[in-house]
């Protein structure tokens, strides 16, 4: 029989929901420049390191103000929201109690460090996950299986004992190229969009030991 050890989750619409809040300050911004985002693309930026958000947005939209200022008025955007609204996903906290003394649990983000130190200082984050890969921590990002390698590595956990919670499609393909389990929660992305997970949910309140063992001794 294969056991799981070791649960990695993403951060952004996986264990808090931010996804809304991104996207509110990201409306905002393009706003301003006269730039409306259509629906089909979001699902090209969900999962994308910070930085490469910024540069695919300002080349696609055709945005020319100075990369710096734009960004950093993006960033403010984004804080005012957080500010007001954020919250872990619905049964993160209930899903945590289930695994806990059952398996490590790691978090592996492609959000930048100071928005990580920023949410940690507001919802705890250090004191729920071990080991926590953060945007910038390894040279390539999501879709690249990097980060989520640097994970298994922090806890000296071999891919075939890992499992994966992700949300985007970059995560799914970096998951599945890191050769782990990946577990793909619906919301961010229409299923038909999703790379081949190894199970589809629609909630966290899904997710409990029974189905993990199913998933890893699946032939």
Not at 44 to 66: A, H, P, Q, V, W
Not at 97 to 123: F, Q
Request: charged share 25%; hydrophobic share 35%; aromatic share 10%.
């Amino acid at each position: 029989m294969k056991n799981c050890n070791l649960i990695l989750f993403d951060l952004d619409g996986v264990t808090i929901d931010t996804e809304p809040l991104y996207a509110k300050g990201e409306i905002r911004l393009f706003k301003e420049y006269g730039v409306t985002i259509p629906d089909e693309d979001w699902k090209l930026f969900r999962g994308c390191t910070e930085e490469k958000f910024y540069d695919l947005s300002m080349n696609r939209y055709g945005i020319t103000e100075d990369r710096k200022k734009f960004q950093s008025k993006g960033r403010a955007y984004v804080r005012e929201e957080f500010e007001k609204n954020l919250d872990f996903m619905p049964g993160f906290k209930n899903l945590i109690k289930r695994l806990n003394g059952k398996y490590s649990i790691g978090l592996v983000t492609a959000t930048p460090e100071y928005m990580y130190h920023w949410v940690n200082k507001r919802l705890g984050l250090s004191d729920i996950f071990e080991h926590i890969v953060y945007g910038g921590m390894t040279k390539k990002g999501k879709p690249n299986p990097d980060p989520y390698l640097l994970g298994m590595k922090q806890f000296n956990i071999k891919p075939e004992k890992t499992m994966i919670i992700e949300d985007s499609v970059h995560g799914i393909q970096a998951g599945l190229s890191a050769n782990a389990k990946v577990i793909a929660l619906t919301g961010s992305v229409n299923v038909e969009d999703m790379p081949p997970a190894h199970k589809i949910i629609n909630c966290l309140n899904e997710i409990d030991h029974n189905l993990i063992k199913s998933i890893f001794n699946t032939l």
